[in-house]
C-alpha cells in the first residue's frame, strides 16, 4: 500500500489548493480514503472521506469550503480547499479509511499573508 500526497504550499487567506493523493499497491475503488490534517503540537483533525460510493463526509470546519472526490481511473483522491484560513495551515495527509498506518509523507499547507 503506498499513497502519496502532493499540491500542497503557500497561499493567502481566502485563496485556494487542490491536493492529490495518489495511490498504489491496492485495489483503489475498492477503499474509502480519509484527508487528515495535523497542525504543530496540536492533534490530528479529520478533514474529508470519500467512500466507495462516491458520498462525502466532512469535518466541521472545512463544510462548504473544501471538496473531496476521487478519480478510480486515476487511482487518486484530491481535496479541492477554497476560501482559506490561517486555522487550515498544516500537514495534510491521506491514508485508507480507518488505517492511519498507511498514510504517506504528507504535503505542508501554508495560509499566511
Known amino acids: 500500500v503506498q499513497l502519496v500526497e502532493s499540491g500542497g504550499g503557500l497561499v493567502q487567506p481566502g485563496g485556494s489548493l487542490r491536493l492529490s493523493c495518489a495511490a498504489s499497491?491496492?485495489?483503489?475503488?475498492?477503499?474509502?480514503v480519509t484527508w487528515y490534517r495535523q497542525a504543530p503540537g496540536k492533534e490530528r483533525d479529520f478533514v474529508a472521506t470519500i467512500f466507495t460510493t462516491g458520498s462525502t463526509h466532512y469535518g466541521d470546519s472545512v463544510k462548504g469550503r473544501f471538496t473531496i472526490s476521487r478519480d478510480n481511473g486515476k487511482k487518486t483522491v484530491y481535496l479541492q480547499m477554497n476560501n482559506l484560513k490561517s486555522e487550515d495551515t498544516a500537514v495534510y495527509y491521506c491514508?485508507?479509511?480507518?488505517?492511519?498506518?498507511?498514510r504517506g509523507q504528507g504535503t505542508q499547507v501554508t495560509v499566511s499573508s
Open positions: 491514508a485508507r479509511y480507518g488505517a492511519w498506518g498507511t
Open positions: 499497491g491496492f485495489t483503489f475503488s475498492a477503499y474509502a
